[in-house]
């Protein structure tokens, strides 16, 4: 029997590809030079389909981060679900998920984030116009924190929204000075982001 496709399921579908192209293509071209058309062509759609669900390619950048972020998380959360205390052992793991999920998008990925924020510093219009998603995407980050910390049974002696700012701002900065400088920051850093979380 033939799977029925829903129009939701279809409208996820193209999402997903969409975003899919557009992490490609930003990481291959960088963020300014990266159009709409060479993500929708790359993607096997129209520049349309893009404006369906995104409103600007500032929007579409935020989705692809938002979803970088989820799955750091799901890794995260997954490695400790069944800790009853952060040793060694589960640092290691921590950062040897981050290490990997790192090298699968390469450093490049990393350097789009900074090449992001430059460009936000340098058109105040286009960070005018993305400062409600900027917050939007860090409140959703710090609630999936906190979700993360309910189900682990744990504490954050930080803010969660302070821990989730404290992410953003650093995440990018481990990656690629891990992989310019030849040394492997995740596990201390790692350290450093666990010394703000108490399992209970």
């Known amino acids: 029997m033939v799977e029925q496709w829903t129009r939701e399921r279809r409208l996820e579908r193209t999402r997903s590809l969409l975003l899919d192209a557009a992490e490609e293509v930003f990481a291959d071209k960088g963020f300014a030079p990266a159009s709409l058309d060479d993500i929708a062509r790359a993607a096997g759609y129209t520049k349309g389909a893009i404006y369906k669900h995104f409103a600007t390619k500032e929007d579409l950048f935020f989705a692809v981060s938002d979803r970088y972020w989820r799955r750091y998380f799901d890794n995260f959360a997954e490695v400790l679900s069944s800790a009853t205390e952060v040793g060694a052992r589960e640092l290691d793991a921590i950062a040897a998920r981050w290490r990997q999920l790192s090298l699968d998008r390469g450093a490049e990925h990393a350097a789009l984030g ?50 989730a700012q404290v992410l953003v701002a650093t995440s990018d900065s481990v990656i690629l000075g891990s992989q310019l400088d030849d040394v492997d920051l995740y596990r201390p850093i790692v350290e450093m982001y666990m010394s703000a979380i108490k399992l209970d």
Do not use: D
């Open 114 to 163: 900074h090449e992001f924020t430059l460009y936000l510093l340098r058109n105040p219009e286009a960070r005018e116009r993305v400062a409600g998603k900027r917050s939007e995407v860090v409140e959703a980050l710090s609630g999936f924190i906190s979700q993360g910390m309910e189900r682990l049974g744990a504490t954050l002696l930080i803010p969660p929204l302070t821990f």
